[in-house]
């Protein structure tokens, strides 16, 4: 007797730990981890290179590779699901947990190769992303920084339009991991 894989698609704002708790997720239940960025981050770098910038806040590079981009992650999904895994997608799906129909967009062939789609959301406060971003000290957090409160008012913090499970960014990717699972079926 199989059981059904799950595809567990992580979201949250950007610094919250997506990627921390979806490696950790992926580890503990044995999935197959999936980042959009480590996924398509060749793809944004050649297009971006053609275009002049490679900073996906811009509009005219995210406008030419987001489609591309989630495309390539729900292929490789895909693939896992085809094959029995379950996935923990890491992403920010901004459309998707907005809007039932992106939703349902990209989980629909996900559902119909067996798989069954779980939105996972990390929730945070403004005062623990900034602080975040300022320890990560990233390149591509810079000019977020510079006016942080531009940035904060700028983001959607809410939790999604979508059903979904949601984990407290201030724990532990250990104890999101918890959560996440004491929540699952």
């Known amino acids: 007797m199989s059981t059904q894989s799950i595809a567990y698609c992580i979201s949250g704002p950007p610094s919250c730990g997506k990627t921390t708790t979806g490696l950790q997720l992926a580890r503990y239940i044995s999935a197959a981890l999936l980042d959009l960025d480590s996924l398509t981050n060749p793809l944004v770098n050649v297009i971006g290179n053609m275009i002049g910038t490679n900073n996906l806040d811009r509009s005219e590079l995210t406008s030419l590779v987001r489609a591309p981009r989630y495309e390539a992650l729900q292929s490789a999904a895909l693939d896992c699901v085809d094959t ?15 809007r039932e129909d992106a939703w349902n967009t990209f989980t629909d062939p996900l559902k119909v190769a067996g798989a069954r789609p779980v939105l996972v959301w990390i929730d945070i406060t403004p005062k623990l992303l900034l602080e975040r971003l300022r320890s990560r000290r990233a390149e591509r957090d810079m000019h977020k920084l510079a006016d942080p409160r531009a940035f904060i008012n700028g983001i959607d913090l809410s939790a999604p339009a979508i059903p979904h499970v949601r984990v407290n960014a201030a724990c532990s990717a250990r104890e999101q991991v918890q959560q996440i699972t004491s929540q699952v079926a």
């Open 84 to 98: 029995g895994l379950s996935t923990v997608l890491v992403a920010p799906f901004s459309s998707e947990i907005r």
